[in-house]
């Protein structure tokens, strides 16, 4: 089965259709969603109908229980982004709104892989240092034995670690980077952000696992970053959000 792995659309219509349009092309068979498919963006409810539409195994992100209220607002996040926050909740009709409620914190498939938003020990947690992701794969091997991989979003960087390493950053920002897996390892793999990368690089990221071959394959995608931009632009949203997606930081 080839997965079409996507985490973090964040409301942008242009990125998130050259990316499905993209997986399509490469075969993807099953689509899963990492969560936050809402906030940031100005597209929220037709991003949230072509998710929903394409039967994507789908987890729920913290801006989606932002919107939903499942999670309240933290004070601390800054204001342009509650702004944002709030816009999609007044764009969301009430059956999408029901959609993000229902969507579950993680999916364990039967076949050792665990998709999560954020880790596998808390939803909310941000993969970025060494010593979370040692701890991660050490909650894996104590708690979910069966897991081979873990698909993670939250921290919108593209990343592949193991117990012993990180394996790939992708500091070169290639288009596309094939790993073959080894079945004796335990894997964290984050496929990057679909709506808003912050690794410096503005093209869509998005991942792709063979589960026959066990195989990861890593992809960027341009897309129209400018109507992007002219979407959050005419919603009133902060111009350091819209410039965000040219500086992908």
């Known amino acids: 089965m080839k997965y079409a792995i996507l985490s973090d659309i964040h409301g942008n219509f242009e990125a998130l259709t050259a990316v499905m349009g993209e997986a399509r092309k490469r075969k993807a068979e099953k689509f899963v969603c990492l969560g936050d498919l809402v906030g940031y963006g100005a597209s929220p409810a037709i991003c949230v109908d072509i998710v929903r539409n394409s039967k994507a195994h789908c987890i729920s992100g913290n801006h989606d229980r932002y919107v ?16 944002t926050i709030e816009y999609a909740k007044k764009m969301l009709t009430a059956p999408q709104i029901e959609y993000l409620n229902g969507l579950p914190l993680q999916i364990m498939t039967e076949d050792g892989m665990l998709f999560v938003h954020g880790s596998p020990r808390n939803e909310d947690e941000y993969l970025l240092s060494w010593e979370a992701i040692q701890e991660n794969i050490l ?63 503005s093209k869509a ?13 890593f992809h960027r995608v341009k897309y129209n970053i400018g109507g992007a931009q002219q979407r ?18």
């Not at 309240?72 to 800054?78: K, S």
């Not at 990221?205 to 394959?217: H, I, K, L, N, P």
Request: net charge negative; glycine share 6%; with cysteine.
């Open 68 to 83: 939903t209220g499942v999670t309240p607002m933290d004070p601390a996040i800054r204001e342009v982004t509650q702004a």
């Open 139 to 201: 909650y894996l091997k104590m708690n979910m034995p069966d897991v081979h991989l873990c698909f993670f979003g939250h921290t919108h960087i593209p990343m592949m670690a193991t117990g012993t390493r990180i394996e790939a950053r992708f500091e070169e920002k290639t288009d596309m980077a094939v790993f073959q897996l080894a079945d004796s390892k335990t894997y964290l793999i984050n496929p990057g952000s679909v709506g808003q990368p912050r690794d410096r690089c």
């Open 205 to 217: 990221a998005w991942a792709m696992y063979d589960s026959t071959e066990d195989v990861v394959e």
């Open 232 to 249: 959050m632009t005419a919603a009133g949203f902060d111009p350091r959000l819209v410039m965000r997606l040219e500086l992908a930081k």
